[in-house]
Each structure stands twice: as C-alpha cells, then as structure tokens.
C-alpha cells in the first residue's frame, strides 16, 4: 500500500524567512503533485512534477522530486503573509490506476509578519 | 472557474438520512474521480469512472455509499444512512485526455 508522509505537519514562519517542506513516498511513482488548499475551499493544484531530478518553479515557491530517494520538497523563498494555506504532496498511481492519487497529510503554513 | 460544478456546497442532515451529491465535470474529461477529506487530513480517494465505467473503489467505499456515472458525463454520489463519520468535505475531481487535473470546488456534508 502506498504511503505518503509530508513534514512537518505544522509550519509556523516570519516573513521573509525561508523553508522547506518534505514529502516521502513509500513506493516507486512516476508523479508526483505539489496543491494548496486554503480553509473552506478545493485544492488548487500547483505543480506536477515527472521524472527525477525535476525542478519547477513559480514565484516563491520551488518543487523538486528525486525518485531514487522517493522523496519531493517543497521550498518557500522569502515567505509573504500570502502563502498561509495548508499544503499538500500526492503521489500518483499507474496502469490502469492512473490518475488515482495517495495525499499526504497536509502541512499547515502560517506566515506571520 | 475550472469548469468542475458541485451540488450543492453545503449539505446538513441528520443521521440516518440518506444524501446524494452531483457532480458535472466539463465534457473532454473522461475520467472522473471522487474523494473524501475529513478534517485536518488529506483527501482520500473514494472511486473513479471512465466514460460511464465505474473502473475502481476504494474500501472506503462502503454499501451506503454508491456512485454512478450514466451517461458519462454528470456523476452522483450516494450515502445512504448517513453517520457521523461520513461528516467531510467530497471532492470531484475531473481529468481531461492529456492528464489535466480539475477540481471542482467540493461539497461539505455535516451530519448531525
């Protein structure tokens, strides 16, 4: 059974500061997904991330994947108040399954001034 | 607006009722997924369907809970005698042919 774990759970930040968010997975994925969830809404989907070694980039944010490690991260350059949200890694299944995704826990991020 | 509707938003019952969801992805999205989210988790996939094919559930999928899909295009989710536990957030989620995620904005259940 595939497994995905993020750390931390809980992630309080100043402004300004950076960090980093891990996500492991217990089995071998070709994809890996990186979303945001703010309270009360959907997920909002934020990168995808396809083979090994693969790095994306949009504003503050950076996701990587090494598949060998089975591992993601998440890294937050000079936080702003904005990016409080909850975020999530997920990890894709193949075959037939495609599409079906295993969500890690959730990291809750607050970005305080 | 990424062409996902859910309805309704908001659903309030009381145990033992029986409530059922919809969900109207946009037409290239072939495949459709459910999950549910519990308060402070992560979603968990429920089931999905390609084309009006229900392909896979998850033995989260309980006998109260039945999906359907019949045309392929709009899909409904039922739970029948409903618990406290089945209190979440359902998430569908549609996929178009090149693997683009939609999610449609969610239906939160609250059973008292």
């Known amino acids: 059974e595939l497994k995905v774990e993020q750390n931390p759970l809980f992630l309080s930040m100043q402004e300004g500061k950076n960090y980093t968010i891990y996500c492991n997975y217990s089995?071998?994925?070709?994809?890996l997904y990186w979303y945001r969830q703010d309270p009360g809404k959907s997920l909002e989907s934020l990168f995808v991330?396809?083979?090994?070694?693969a790095v994306k980039q949009e504003g503050r944010l950076m996701a990587s994947l090494d598949t060998k490690a089975r591992l993601s991260t998440l890294h937050i350059t000079a936080a702003v108040h904005d990016l409080s949200a909850t975020y999530f890694c997920?990890?894709?299944?193949?075959?037939?399954?495609?599409?079906?995704?295993?969500f890690g826990q959730g990291t809750i991020l607050t970005v305080h001034p | 607006d990424t062409g996902v509707s859910q309805n309704p938003r908001h659903k309030i019952t009381k145990r033992g009722q029986n409530v059922t969801f919809r969900c109207d992805p946009i037409?290239?999205?072939?495949?459709l997924y459910w999950y549910r989210q519990t308060l402070g988790q992560g979603p968990e996939f429920l089931t999905y369907?390609?084309?009006?094919?229900?392909?896979?559930k998850s033995r989260l999928l309980s006998d109260r809970f039945s999906a359907e899909r019949p045309k392929g295009s709009f899909s409904t989710l039922e739970i029948q005698r409903t618990e406290q536990g089945d209190s979440a957030m359902y998430l569908c989620?549609?996929?178009?042919?090149?693997?683009?995620?939609?999610f449609g904005p969610g239906t939160r259940l609250t059973v008292l």
């Open positions: 997920a990890v894709g299944a193949g075959g037939t399954s495609y599409g079906k995704l295993t």
């Open positions: 089995t071998t994925s070709d994809r």
């Open positions: 991330l396809l083979s090994n070694g």
């Open positions: 037409s290239e999205h072939n495949r």
């Open positions: 369907f390609q084309n009006e094919a229900q392909l896979e």
């Open positions: 989620i549609g996929l178009s042919a090149y693997n683009e995620q939609f």
